[in-house]
């Protein structure tokens, strides 16, 4: 199975930082790389999926990057609605698989 | 507007057995991979089955192969866990979710697996 490995596994931030969640993929997978977000007690929503396109809806402060095997969620300006969990999944071989997931919390 | 309605979680005991069912609306069901994803409490997503469009590709995470079937009624417009040989360790929310890329996801159903 394909690992993936989410860094960092927590993260304190401040509204209005810039912040980087990057996932490493354990072998390539092109760019069948999807990023959601989860608040507590509510399903996932999909930001971007094929590694760098924003999901419908999705405020366009939300952006990814890479291919291959490194990969990277940016969030340009944080707001208080952002402060979530966030996870990585792999598509591109079966059986899918997430990252850890990264706690984003307010410093 | 895109919706997935879970149902068919409870309590059950060890060795049981429990289906879950969604029921979808708002784009064109046939058309699409369907998967269902599973959170154990205070834990990480887990990736567990999916299934294509026409019900002849079905794919699973080795935890569950065996005891687990994914199918679909394109019909019904619904998509289905049935979960066999329940263990305390398949306790989680089921979340069923559109496309092999988890497009949309519906609110999620609770499987407690205790005795």
Not at chain 1, 55 to 79: A, D, K, M, Y
Not at chain 2, 31 to 53: C, F, H, T, Y
Request: proline share 4%; hydrophobic share 30%; glycine share 12%.
């Amino acid at each position: 199975d394909i690992q993936m490995t989410q860094s960092p596994s927590s993260l304190s931030a401040s509204v209005g930082d810039r912040v980087t969640i990057t996932c490493r993929a354990s072998q390539g997978i092109g760019n069948d790389l999807g990023w959601y977000q989860q608040k507590p007690g509510k399903a996932p929503k999909r930001l971007i999926y094929a590694a760098s396109s924003l999901h419908s809806g999705v405020p366009s402060r939300f952006s990814g990057s890479g291919s291959g095997t490194e990969f990277t969620l940016t969030i340009s300006s944080l707001q208080p609605e952002d402060f979530a969990t966030y996870y990585c999944l792999q598509y591109n071989t079966n059986p899918s698989t997430f990252g850890q997931g990264t706690k984003l919390e307010i410093k | 507007e895109v919706q997935l309605v879970e149902s068919g979680g409870g309590l059950v005991q060890p060795g049981g057995s429990l289906r879950l069912s969604c029921a979808a609306s708002g784009f064109t069901f046939s058309s699409d991979w369907m998967s269902w994803v599973r959170q154990a409490p205070g834990k990480g997503l887990e990736w567990v089955a999916k299934i294509n469009q026409h019900g002849s590709e079905k794919y699973y995470v080795d935890s569950v192969k065996g005891r687990f079937t994914i199918s679909r009624d394109n019909a019904k417009n619904s998509v289905y866990l049935q979960m066999n040989s329940l263990r305390a360790e398949d306790t989680a929310v089921y979340y069923c979710a559109r496309y092999q890329g988890l497009g949309y996801w519906g609110q999620g159903t609770l499987v407690t697996v205790s005795s």
